[in-house]
């Protein structure tokens, strides 16, 4: 609600409505995947510009009472490995939003319980190989037995629908996606494949290593006959096996782009605001928090930083700047 307690939607100069907040909680993480991180030399933030937890609930607060937002994923770096994240989980359940996690699984198998019991919805776990040798090549960590154990611990205890991200990365993994698809129909998982995006932080991106998702879905169409779903505004479009086994979901970011259906703003662990994972720009919210702003100060932030949103992430085009900051200091 605005200061008059009408609720305003975050509408942006090309009419997206905004209503989902992605909140990283750290840049910090306990693996290494090539796709993502350097093996080496990452610098962290100082502990004292990651914002408090009651500075993140004071924004999720402020996006959800005054403009609408519906629904709020925590993210990262390694959101598990920020101290006390379940007092986090705690803080924002009463909010009411639909209230998610994105991890990579392997401190879930002793955190999912605690997560659930404080108010986490639902979980995305990443995971990119079933292959215990491959997985700790692209990891650089020899932890699939504990991922999979979280993605089991995260099942049992009702974080559902439990969703699998995959992402795809030509000449890396791309022979697994119906190994995958057969994991998910095993698992009682939705099992999603990402395509590789420019966020690397090693800069290693290449659009030949961009696997289609129009690929993937007929390598496992081809294994198990699939029928594409109604696209909403989840970024993944659907498809659901015919013979009732479950779904898939692709996630097109580089050959089928969503940016005109996009609804999301990202609060980076430092406090910057982004109204795009690809944004060059962020505005300051930390500074604004911790100079004695105000509720509407806050919510002028946000309306000025979405309205100030761009159409599309233009990977395509040849003007496309890469963002300085990659995925894990984002919040992916
Ligand atoms: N550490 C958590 C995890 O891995 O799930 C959360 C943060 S991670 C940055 C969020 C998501 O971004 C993961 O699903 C990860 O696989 C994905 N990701 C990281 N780098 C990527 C890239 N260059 N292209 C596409 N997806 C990427
Ligand atoms: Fe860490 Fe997630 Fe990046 Fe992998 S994708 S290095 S788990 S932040």
Same mark, same amino acid.
């Given at each position: =609600? ?14 997206r ?11 910090r ?7 993502c991180?350097?093996?080496?030399? =990452? ?12 500075e ?19 993210? @990262? ?8 994240? &379940? ?14 996690? /994105? ?13 659930? !019991?404080? @108010? ?5 776990v ?31 205890? $009702? ?24 994991? $998910? ?46 696209r ?12 009732? $086994? @479950?779904?898939i ?5 580089? /050959?089928? &782009?969503?940016c ?22 962020? /505005? ?16 002028? !932030?946000?309306?000025? /930083? ?5 159409? @599309? ?20």
């Amino acid at each position: =609600m605005s200061s008059t307690g009408v609720l305003t939607p975050l509408v942006d100069g090309y009419g997206r409505v905004h209503r989902d907040l992605r909140i990283s909680v750290t840049d910090r993480c306990n693996f290494r995947c090539t796709y993502c991180m350097p093996a080496e030399g =990452m610098v962290w933030q100082p502990r004292d510009h990651l914002l408090s937890f009651e500075e993140i609930e004071r924004v999720a607060r402020v996006a959800v009472e005054r403009f609408g937002f519906d629904s709020i994923r925590l993210t @990262g770096g390694e959101p598990t490995v920020r101290a006390r994240l &379940p007092l986090l989980v705690e803080r924002l359940a009463p909010l009411g939003v639909d209230l998610s996690l /994105t991890t990579n699984g392997s401190l879930l198998g002793a955190m999912a319980h605690d997560l659930a !019991a404080a @108010g986490l919805d639902r979980v995305n776990v990443s995971l990119d190989s079933l292959r215990p040798e491959r997985f700790a090549a692209l990891t650089r960590r020899d932890d699939l037995p504990r991922v999979l154990q979280g993605i089991r611990a995260a099942v049992a205890a $009702g974080l559902a629908p439990v969703k699998v991200n995959v992402v795809v990365v030509r000449g890396s993994n791309d022979d697994e996606v119906v190994d995958f698809a057969r994991f $998910g129909r095993d698992e009682g998982v939705r099992v999603r494949f990402i395509e590789f995006m420019p966020l690397d932080a090693d800069h290693h991106w290449d659009r030949s290593a961009v696997v289609p998702s129009a690929e993937i879905v007929a390598a496992i169409g081809a294994e198990f006959p699939l029928q594409r779903l109604t696209r909403d505004h989840d970024p993944a479009q659907r498809h659901r096996y015919l013979d009732g $086994g @479950g779904e898939i979901g692709v996630i097109g970011s580089v /050959t089928e &782009p969503f940016c005109a259906s996009c609804d999301r703003v990202r609060l980076t662990a430092d406090g910057q605001l982004r109204a795009c994972l690809f944004a060059t720009d962020e /505005t300051d919210l930390r500074a604004l928090l911790r100079g004695g702003a105000d509720d509407d100060g806050l919510a002028a !932030a946000l309306e000025a /930083t979405v309205g100030s949103k761009w159409a @599309g992430h233009g990977i395509s085009d040849v003007h496309f700047i890469r963002p300085s900051r990659s995925m894990s200091e984002i919040g992916g």
